[in-house]
Structures are given as structure tokens and as C-alpha cells.
């Protein structure tokens, strides 16, 4: 709705102004024409498109409106129109999420059914059911509405003593060895514990020796049987099809928690067998498995009143999906009193509706480590250009520091990143000052300098040239991945789609405009160099 009303900003609105003043006034609009707009939530349910005609037509109408007071004939028919545009947005808006709820061929789950039964018997409500979606050739699993949901309204509240969590599970749970043990460690935090506690519960559960977890046994039957996120592939495979950059951050990933099972088994088999048996603990596997379940499902909660963090798996709600337009945004704090689990919605939903939640701003190279799937049109996107400027030493980092305080802008925030039809400024600046911290020093001693000022044409020009040169060809690795055909990196291809696709059309932005600014800085240059003969 926003880019919607910034197309209908006229000059006259914008002459005289800065570009702070003109967004401030467009978000202020965007406030009022809420309130104005009954059925603004069916119109964010559009597609992109009909989303931004709709508000424009919207907007225009309520100018139009605005600026005809005076004359009632021209008022009504105004608001007239404003009512039909309103009634087919709603319309839009039903076909849309009827079509989405419907397309995709529903069945059961048995083993999530089982679940939700499990989390009503220990005093948890729902407003929402799970199925599984075929999607290509995998099967998704979601939570849809059972009935019509206004925003600001509970879909799930599942009781404190029904989440997966260190308190439930270790602390207070059915005694076994395991948990014994782990008692003593939980100074190793949430995460470790839950991924030891885990692994022990899904083996007893694989074996038929679950007397020591049976009391979780509807919500652990109910996690995933195999790693889901990018544990699961091979990191050559994810290099042939979205480039080496990602491929070395799953390598350091999976190195990351392979550090973490080799610091703690088989030592602690050999130390306490009993409880730390090695048909469970001596297979890393099983380890991955379970450390995988618990990056993709827990999320932080808090207590309002101690406001202390823990890490939970929510029964039921970890069955959500992300989504950019999610349903409900913030659902971290527990209910006061109870620490009762509480999923309130920020947008309704009608009978049938996927219900979404957000995993947070997280770009799509984030997605694809800890979740196993990107999106389209992600606007967290960013592309790292570690690979171009390295780690970063002292002297750059005091140099960075310098130009921070000088332009009020954190320029050490590393590694330098392109957005998606971001500024270059910021970027330029950095890497301006990585390349010659020295000079960039000597370049502050000028009256009225700034780091986003350009003094040194030629070093500016060797700069874009490196930089476009390295973009042009991590642009063509990409575009190599995409002719790749196999049917053994299907998986990883498609997970990894949109993450390709938005890496390239952010690097061919940056790509046009760096040739731009080379050309510019060459044409200034050879003026220069004229002048002097």
C-alpha cells in the first residue's frame, strides 16, 4: 500500500522537501486512509499487483474526495466509486484465500492429529487443525483455521506444562538417567540441552523402549523423522547449484555442530553408559537429527513477570509456516499469570486459511540454513561481499570507527552487504575505506569532509572496477547453477530457487548502476587529464 501511494505522490508534494519529510507524511497517510478503509485486510490478501491498483484506485478517490468538498454531487459519486472499489477488493481478497486454501490437495496427518488431541487433554484450546499439503513432489505440513479468526483474536494457547522445554521436560518431567544428568548441566543452555534430551526421546521412541518419555510421546511422534533444513544436504551439492559462498557458510555450519557433539560424546557414553547410551549418542546422526528439529521448531518465549528467556517447542503452533504477510508477528511473550502460550493474530483469517507465523527478518541464505526452503520477493535480501573485501584488521576497523562517528552511520557493521535496490553510498563507503583505511584518514583532515564524499576519482574508478568484475562473476556462477540438471540436486535446487533469483537481480542492480558511476568517474577523469595538458 505504501508503494502504492508513493506513485501517486505529485511534484508538487515533493518540491522543496526531503526524502525523510515525503515518507514520513506518506506513513502518516497510510495511518489515516487504515482508519478510513474498512476492508483495508482484504486488500493486503491480493496479489502484489491487484494489491497496488487497488490502492491506488483507493487513494486517488479519497484525493478526489478530499478535494471536492463543496460540491455534493461530485462527493457522492466519488464515494460511490470508493464503495465498488472497496466491494471487489474484498472479493479479490476471498477468491484469493479461498483458492489458496483449496488448490492444494489437504489429507491427513495422523501422527499431528494425534498431537492436538494430546495438547486439548492438558488444557490447550485451538481454533485450527493441521493437514498435509502436497506441494511438487513433497508434502507439506501446516495448521489451517477451523473458523473464521479476527485479528487480535487467540488461534492457539497451548498451557505452559504442554511445552517442550528444559522446566517441562528435564526438570519436572518423568525421571530417567538421561534427564538425571542433564540437571546437572543445564548451565550449557536451553539449546544443548533440548538437542541432548531429543536425541535420547526420538531413539527410545525408534526402539519401543519409551517408558521414560511416554508422557511426550503424542508431540515427539509428531517432529519430523529426518533432518528438514540444510543438515540434510550435502554442502557440493548446494555449491553446484547456489554458488560457493553458500556452500563454505554450510560447511562452517555443519562444522559448528559437529564441534559441539565431539565436545560432549563419546566421552560422556564412555563416563555414564546409562544414561548416555551409545546406540543413541555414539551416531551423529542422530545428533544432527535432533539438533536440526530444535533450530527449525523452537522458538523464545518470555515471562512477563520474571522476564526470563527460554527456548521452547510449541505443540501444534511449530506446525506454522513463515511467510513475509504473516498472520501473527509477535506471539513471544507468555500469558501473565499462567505462561500459558498464546498465538494471537495480527491480520484475520477465514475457515480454512493456512495460518502463518514470522520467523523473524531473516533474509533467504538464513531460510535456507535453518529452515530448508527461500521465498520470492524476500525484502531481507542481501548479497555478502566477504569475498571481495576479506576480514577486516585493526587498522580498517579503527578506520571504520572513525568514519561512523563522522557520518552518523555504523560502518562497521561487517561483512559489506548489497541490498535489494538499496543505497550504494553506505556500501561504496565501506569498501572505499577496506581498501585504503590510510588515505581515508588523510581524506578527514579536509574542511567538511564525509565518508560517502568521493575525493580520489582514480581510486574510485580501480575500486568499481574490482567490484564489478568480482559481482559480474559471482553472477555468472549463479547463472551457471541454474543450467545445471540433475536429479540428484532436485531438493537442493528447488529450496535454494528464490535464493538464486534474488541474489541475481540484486547484483544486476548493483551491476548497472557501478557501470554507471564508472563511466561518470572516467568521463571526469579524462576531463581532468585534458585540462592539465
Not at 543452555?189 to 518419555?213: K, P
Not at 493474530?345 to 514470522?358: K, Q, Y
Not at 553472477?475 to 541475481?504: F, G, K
Request: hydrophobic share 40%; aromatic share 8%.
Amino acid at each position: 500500500m505504501t508503494l502504492a501511494r508513493a506513485a501517486s505522490v505529485r511534484w508538487s508534494e515533493l518540491r522543496g522537501r526531503t526524502i525523510e519529510d515525503v515518507a514520513l507524511e506518506i506513513r502518516a497517510g497510510d495511518a489515516r486512509f487504515e482508519r478510513w478503509t474498512r476492508d483495508a485486510e482484504a486488500v493486503e490478501q491480493a496479489s502484489t499487483a491487484e494489491q497496488a491498483a487497488i490502492g491506488l484506485a483507493l487513494r486517488t478517490l479519497a484525493d478526489a474526495i478530499a478535494g471536492a468538498v463543496g460540491d455534493g454531487d461530485a462527493v457522492r459519486t466519488f464515494t460511490r466509486a470508493r464503495e465498488v472499489v472497496r466491494a471487489w477488493a474484498w472479493a479479490v481478497s476471498e477468491t484469493v484465500r479461498g483458492k489458496g486454501a483449496t488448490e492444494r490437495g489437504a489429507r491427513r496427518d495422523d501422527a499431528c492429529e494425534d498431537m492436538f488431541t494430546w495438547a486439548v487433554a492438558r488444557g490447550g484450546t485451538f481454533k485450527c487443525a493441521p493437514c498435509a499439503c502436497e506441494v511438487g513432489s513433497s508434502v507439506m505440513r501446516e495448521v489451517r483455521a477451523v473458523e473464521r479468526v479476527e485479528a487480535g483474536e487467540c488461534v492457539a494457547r497451548v498451557p505452559w506444562d504442554a511445552l517442550l522445554g528444559v522446566e517441562q521436560t528435564v526438570e519436572t518431567s518423568s525421571p530417567s538417567p538421561t534427564s538425571e544428568i542433564l540437571k546437572q548441566l543445564t548451565r550449557m543452555g536451553d539449546q544443548i540441552i533440548m538437542v541432548i534430551w531429543l536425541t535420547a526421546a526420538l531413539d527410545a521412541l525408534e526402539c519401543g523402549d519409551a517408558s521414560a518419555y511416554e508422557e511426550w510421546a503424542p508431540a515427539l511422534r509428531a517432529l519430523p523423522t529426518r533432518a528438514s533444513s540444510s543438515l540434510a544436504w550435502n554442502a557440493d551439492d548446494l555449491g553446484a547449484v547456489a554458488g560457493e559462498d553458500l556452500a563454505n557458510r554450510l560447511r562452517e555450519y555443519r562444522r559448528s555442530v559437529k564441534v559441539q557433539y565431539d565436545a560432549l560424546f563419546p566421552a560422556l557414553c564412555e563416563q555414564v553408559p546409562e544414561a548416555f547410551p551409545a546406540r543413541a549418542f555414539g551416531d551423529y546422526a542422530k545428533f544432527e537429527r535432533a539438533y536440526d528439529i530444535w533450530t527449525s521448531y523452537a522458538m523464545k518465549v518470555q515471562d512477563p513477570d520474571s522476564l526470563q528467556i527460554r527456548e521452547v517447542i510449541v505443540p501444534g503452533v511449530f506446525l506454522c509456516n513463515h511467510s513475509l504477510s504473516a498472520h501473527s508477528v509477535r506471539y513471544t511473550s507468555l500469558e501473565r499469570g499462567t505462561k500459558a502460550f498464546r498465538l494471537e493474530l495480527s491480520r484475520g483469517c477465514v475457515e480454512g486459511e493456512a495460518i502463518t507465523i514470522s520467523y523473524g527478518r531473516l533474509d533467504n541464505a538464513d531460510l535456507l540454513m535453518f529452515y530448508g526452503f527461500s521465498l520470492e520477493n524476500n525484502p531481507y535480501d542481501r548479497v555478502s561481499l566477504h569475498s571481495i573485501t576479506g576480514d577486516a584488521n585493526e587498522t580498517q576497523l579503527e578506520a571504520l570507527r572513525h568514519a561512523s562517528n563522522a557520518c552518523e552511520h555504523d560502518l562497521t557493521r561487517l561483512p559489506v552487504c548489497l541490498a535489494r535496490d538499496g543505497s550504494l553510498d553506505r556500501v561504496l563507503a565501506q569498501i572505499r575505506i577496506l581498501y585504503a583505511p590510510q588515505q581515508f584518514m588523510q581524506w578527514c583532515e579536509l574542511d567538511e569532509y564525509h565518508p560517502f564524499v568521493v575525493v580520489d576519482f582514480e581510486l574510485e574508478h580501480e575500486i568499481l572496477q574490482r567490484l564489478v568484475e568480482r559481482l559480474r562473476a559471482m553472477r555468472d556462477e549463479i547463472h551457471t547453477c541454474d543450467d545445471i540438471n540433475t536429479p540428484d540436486l532436485t531438493q537442493v535446487a528447488s529450496a535454494s530457487y528464490w535464493y538464486r533469483h534474488e541474489q541475481m537481480r540484486i547484483m544486476e542492480s548493483a551491476i548497472t548502476r557501478m557501470e554507471s558511476l564508472l563511466h561518470e568517474y572516467a568521463t571526469r577523469v579524462r576531463k581532468r587529464n585534458r585540462n592539465q595538458h
